[in-house]
């Protein structure tokens, strides 16, 4: 039989409740400042169409409606914000997909600063995805 003693070390790495619920403010601030940059610097047209600013609008309210429960401390707010990352992450893949696939899903090409916005946005959509996630069980 093995031996199944819970190690004291590894149950002092799991985060608290006021650590995920402030990396989720902070990782939804983010997104909206590296989202804003779509209209800073990029430099296709596209994205200033009607249809892509109202999703832009749509975003940007979808991420205030969740900060607002978020701060009230309501678990639909802790959702909302995990199923929004979850979509950015989506959306910004697919822009870069002319990495792989030599063509954009989304767009034209992105320049290279746009790619690393990209990238930039995916691991902080991921973070926003790990704290909503674990404040929403831990609420």
């Keep these: 039989m093995?031996?199944?003693?819970?190690?004291k070390n590894i149950t002092n790495w799991k985060t608290s409740y006021q650590f995920n619920h402030n990396l989720l403010l902070v990782s939804l601030i983010a997104l909206t400042v590296i989202g804003s940059l779509y209209y800073w610097a990029d430099e296709r047209g596209e994205f200033f169409e009607p249809f892509w600013i109202i999703v832009l609008s749509i975003w940007y309210m979808t991420i205030g409606f969740s900060?607002?429960?978020?701060?009230r401390k309501i678990k639909s707010g802790y959702l909302i914000a995990g199923v929004l990352s979850w979509i950015t992450i989506?959306?910004?893949?697919?822009d870069n997909s002319h990495i792989v696939f030599q063509v954009s899903l989304i767009a034209s090409e992105p320049n290279l600063?746009?790619?690393i916005r990209n990238f930039t946005g995916v691991g902080i959509a991921g973070l926003a995805i790990f704290s909503s996630h674990n404040a929403f069980h831990k609420i």
């Excluded at 093995?2 to 190690?7: A, I, L, P």
């Excluded at 989506?90 to 697919?94: H, L, M, N, S």
């Design 2 to 7: 093995g031996n199944f003693k819970v190690d």
């Design 67 to 71: 900060l607002f429960l978020i701060f």
């Design 90 to 94: 989506t959306f910004w893949v697919f």
């Design 113 to 115: 600063f746009m790619t």
